[in-house]
Nanobody
Framework: QVQLVESGGGLVQPGGSLRLSCAAS????????MGWYRQAPGKERELVAG???????NYADSVKGRFTISRDSAKNAVYLEMNSLKIEDTAVYYC???????????????WGQGTQVTVSS
């Protein structure tokens, strides 16, 4: 069984910073991709940032220049450094991973339980 566990959410004032962490645990052979999504009340879940095993990254236009995604492959972990936070960044942030549990299995999609980020004065 594979679990993704997020941490680091909380309440921050506009212009502040937060760092989210996500660690994958369990039987894992390889991780192809890890990313962060978010869902605000009344809105669909959207991609925030992603990073593939080779290190290439992609970001939503709304967070470019403010957020940075990074990965520690040895720890099966992914991080999201969020700076210059805006009220509109308020959402539940979900960790996502595309991984294989065993070499002969297909790549499967896993989600964390989500962590709340609230930006408010």
């Amino acid at each position: 069984q594979v679990q993704l566990v997020e941490s680091g959410g909380g309440l921050v004032q506009p212009g502040g910073s937060l760092r989210l962490s996500c660690a994958a645990s369990g039987s894992i052979f390889s991780i192809n991709y890890m990313g962060w999504y978010r869902q605000a009340p009344g809105k669909e879940r959207e991609l925030v940032a992603g990073i593939v095993s080779g290190g290439s990254t992609n970001y939503a236009d709304s967070v470019k220049g403010r957020f940075t995604i990074s990965r520690d492959s040895a720890k099966n972990a992914v991080y999201l450094e969020m700076n210059s936070l805006k009220i509109e960044d308020t959402a539940v942030y979900y960790c996502n991973a595309l991984l294989k549990r065993r070499s002969y299995e297909v790549t499967s999609n896993y989600w964390g339980q989500g962590t709340q980020v609230t930006v408010s004065s």
